[in-house]
């Protein structure tokens, strides 16, 4: 693999910077500490600029050569999740319930390892922002450091993100083009009936079988409403009801959440939702009381911008190792607010180790440091031919 030899020697301080932010993990919008620590390393590397507080937590450092007015955006997610981590790491987490199991603490150091770089070498024309985003775990840190003037202070032409993927082998990338993540939408479904002893059900209206019959419902919306063609997910992921064995409980509440990429598809789900928990709970003569909570939106890479970051990818590992136009996935990601603003694209690295490799989200999970050095110099290239200096 040509890793840039000058980033190759980064590798024994760029694993120490990871391992240091994966045993400080911190949840979203509470990145004091990491924050910090991404300030002073952008500041002992020599970037032009650093501003902190955007968006709560984020940080942005601002990185210039040459003379022209060109503008490129680089962004990395900075935040943990409320896991328990079970690795059994040397640098696993300090912190109980809290732990870097979406290599978060990764796409900081690669981002850092970028400003190192470029900070050094000076070999390209224009603007580099650095964009180290808080709270992208379900809290909106993109949009939030948006809403704080993240653009219209650093005004960049087009950006880009990145984001490891264990079940690719490393060494490797894939980017699509349009479509790569879906839209992620969560709903809550009260069951109101009327309680009674468990032993004579007649005398109450039982929330807990309707509860079951709604469930059921629901995965009529996806595998007989929807087009098979089509792309949706709707997953039920939380039951709760009753407190002893011999009660029929007063309520139960359904929670869960809903993927999809088309805006119409989207608009469906959510009504199609409605009618089905209340229409079903109604039957029985029970209340269902639905809110439906729009997220992310879905990724969607712009048609340029995702063969720029594709060709960039290829100077790192060869052509070969670039997969163009890879299915989509069902997850979501946050960086979508950022493309519906300006043009730029999303691209996943392969990350993984051995035959099993523990996936995004597990306890079990830990960035593969050997990846560092090439999601650097997937960066450096990235910025070294969109900014290339003129012949």
Known sequence: MPIINRIADYKTELTAWRRHLHMHPELAYEEVETAAFVADKLREVGVDEVHTGIGKTGVVAVIRAGSSDRRIGLRADMDALPIQEATGAP????RPGKMHACGHDGHTTMLLGAAKYLAETRNFDGTVYLVFQPAEEGRAGAKAMMDDGL????????????????????????????????????????????????????????????????????QCIVSRETDPLDNAVLSVTQIHTGHTFNVVPEEALIVGTVRTFKPETRDRVQGRLAEVATGIAKSFGLEAGVQYRRGYPPTVNHAREAAIGAAAAALVVGDDKVERNPAPVMGAEDFAFMLEAVPGSYIWMGSGEGATPALLHSQYYDFNDEALPLGVSYWAKLVETRLARAV
């Open 151 to 218: 653009f219209e202070r650093f005004p960049v032409a087009d950006i880009y993100g990145l984001h490891n993927w264990p079940a690719m082998p490393t060494g490797t990338f894939a980017m699509c083009e349009g479509p790569a993540m879906a839209a992620s939408d969560e709903f809550r479904i009260t069951v109101k009936g009327r309680g009674c002893h468990a032993a004579m059900p007649h005398m109450g209206l039982d929330p807990v079988v309707v509860t079951a019959q709604i469930v059921l419902g629901l």
């Open 91 to 94: 640098h696993a987490s300090t």
